[in-house]
């Protein structure tokens, strides 16, 4: 089905073509539409555009309202204080609207998708091998997650990128500390969980680089043992690859509980990159972009100084001739440019790395493998913050699991499942409880601007009062209640009946969801859209309390107030399905 014209855009043109007609000079010119409160929209354009011309703004509005259009769309539209507009749509232009948005089948709501797609490499969700997961990796996963699904509904198309840590000095490390220590590692990996087997190796990593820390033999003899892995040492690769393969199965159980796809091949490491380091020194200081300092090969910059005053570069390779995460991160660049021909590179990552990804974008534009052509953007995200304002730790002062951490927001949602469960199983709780759960984690996440810091509070995420995914996923069962409950009455549009001033809300608010999700998706601002959907199910909320939908006064009227329901629904599914999130059919 073609898209859906919003009412927003088929009021912008018929103003724009007023305000053509009144002033021809002044060429296209744009109407400012916005909604309002004192009518339907708002349009604040006339003002400047008197400015401009010289024109007295209240009769050049006067002028524009002769010249619009009325009938079908607009009902009405009058000049307010100094030359704004205020016009009040009919109801039947928004119950037809949303009407045509109902009957496409493809599940799409009239969303229109892109016609000249461009492609995008997102890089999220980056985890470390032997690490367990805590909670700073939750927001990389949760937002890049939501990111994806917007740009993917509208028509993006989108290469996703787990650049996971899974190379380096802390390799050497281990495996030389397991070496050294076979003993320690008691457990057969087809005996216990993946959560076990990667705590029972980020226990070894602790040790291993406590020793590291404190024996300098020891670490000489693990820095050997890393150049045995970056030479192919096929003992040493063979300990790294079961290293690999053992944490990439946490991560998937991690990344399943919290209701995420990740696919082994879009898992491309820092290993992955490993062939190319060297080119891509060689190619930077052969264009001079990169010199030689101190023997390390550094990437200089006239606004980065260090605390001295003196330059801090990006080093690309040490001394030693090691390679740093800059050489890792430019050879990332590289390939996903001039291989995957991507036109953005969008980076979900801390902001307290803007730092160097500010480096290493400039290294790479200086370089010419990124141009106007091709833009690279950190989508740089704060802090999880605990509930004194700190970041969030254990009360040891430790970093919070994740698993732990989900598991905790799965038992609060399953204690308020069961007490508002009226005829669910005991299977039904559990699940409907992990939905829930998962949910309110993720919702609290996005629906904080990514670069805000947000504070954890699990019992604010399981309230069904307030901005909560909880109170979102429960008007969308309350709708289904009533769906359920309205017996031979289907929902049907019809576009003749009067509407209630609470449905006139509900259907203008409902009708800009495709504008929501073009918006939050070009801004990479998941945030746009919870907040879209939580208006959306207050002014659901207000509509039921003043509607009468199953006991409406005639048969048409009940029929339409239905389908207004289903049409807040499908929104509501839609909406939360792209941030990730569940909506069961009854709570």
């Known amino acids: ?46 003002l400047a555009l008197a400015k401009k011309e010289k024109a007295n703004p209240r009769e050049l509005a006067t002028q524009v309202v002769s010249r619009v259009e009325s009938g079908e769309l607009i009902k009405d539209v009058e000049v307010s204080g100094p030359g704004f507009l205020n016009i009040t749509l009919t109801d039947r232009a928004i119950t037809r609207n949303l009407a045509a948005r109902y009957a496409d089948d493809t599940g799409r709501l009239g969303v229109p998708q892109a016609e000249q797609p461009g492609t995008t490499v997102i890089d999220y969700a980056q985890p470390n091998v032997a690490k367990e997961m805590h909670v700073g990796h939750l927001r990389s996963a949760v937002i890049g997650d939501a990111v994806v699904q917007l740009l993917e509904f509208t028509g993006e198309h989108v290469v996703r990128r787990h650049h996971i840590g899974d190379w380096g000095t802390q390799f050497g490390m281990l495996i030389q500390y397991l070496e050294e220590h076979p003993h320690e590692l008691d457990h057969k990996a087809d005996e216990v969980s993946g959560e076990e087997a990667m705590s029972n190796l980020d226990r070894l990593y602790k040790a291993a680089r406590k020793l590291f820390d404190a024996d300098e033999e020891f670490k000489t003899r693990a820095r050997r043992r890393v150049v045995d892995l970056q030479a192919g040492d096929p003992q040493t690769l063979a300990m790294w690859q079961k290293f690999v393969d053992e ?91 001039f291989r995957l021909k991507a036109n953005t590179l969008l980076y979900v990552v801390d902001a307290r790395q803007s730092l160097h990804f500010k480096m290493v974008f400039e290294t790479a534009r200086r370089a010419g493998w990124l141009n106007d052509d091709v833009e690279a953007v950190q989508l740089a995200f704060g802090t999880v913050l605990g509930k004194d304002g700190k970041p969030f730790k254990t009360r040891e002062g430790e970093t919070v699991r994740l698993v ?75 709708i289904q209640s009533i769906l359920r409950k309205a017996g031979a009455s289907r929902p049907a549009a019809h576009p003749e009946l009067e509407l209630h001033e609470a449905e006139r809300a509900l259907g203008l608010h ?54 207004l329901c289903d049409v807040t629904a499908r929104t509501l599914h839609r909406g939360m399905e792209l941030l990730g999130i569940r909506t069961p059919e009854r709570l």
């Open 1 to 46: 089905m073609a898209s859906v014209t919003s009412l927003s855009d088929s009021v912008h043109q018929r103003l724009a073509a007023a305000l053509s007609a009144a002033l021809p000079q002044a060429g296209s010119a744009d109407p400012l539409l916005r909604r309002s409160d004192r009518a339907d929209f708002q349009a604040n354009g006339i």
């Open 247 to 337: 944490s990439k199965i946490y991560f998937f159980s991690v990344f399943e509980k919290l209701d995420m796809e990740i696919r082994d091949a879009d898992i491309v490491g820092e290993s992955g990159y490993n062939d190319m380091l060297a080119e891509t020194c060689r190619l930077l200081e052969e264009s001079g972009v990169a010199v030689r300092s101190e023997g390390a090969l550094c990437v200089f910059f006239d606004d980065v100084k260090g605390p001295d005053g003196n330059p801090v570069p990006l080093i690309v390779q040490k001394s030693d001739g090691g390679y740093g995460y800059a050489a890792t991160d430019l050879s990332a660049i590289r390939d996903r440019v």
């Open 404 to 478: 732990d951490l989900l598991d905790e927001a799965i038992d609060r949602a399953s204690a308020v499942v069961r007490e508002k469960a009226q005829d669910l199983s005991e299977a039904e709780i559990a699940e409907r409880g992990t939905q829930v759960g998962i949910g309110a984690v993720k919702y609290a996440d996005l629906s904080t601007s990514a670069n805000r810091d947000y504070k954890f509070d699990l019992d604010q995420m399981v309230s069904l009062n307030g901005d909560t995914s909880v109170y979102l996923q429960y008007a969308y069962a309350r």
């Open 510 to 563: 409902a009708d800009s969801f495709a504008a929501t999700v073009a918006e939050a998706a070009s801004e990479y601002a998941p945030h746009k859209l919870t907040a879209y959907l939580y208006q959306l199910a207050s002014l659901y909320t207000t509509f039921y309390d003043k509607c009468p939908v199953l006991k409406a006064e005639t048969p048409e009227q009940t029929e339409n107030r239905l389908f």
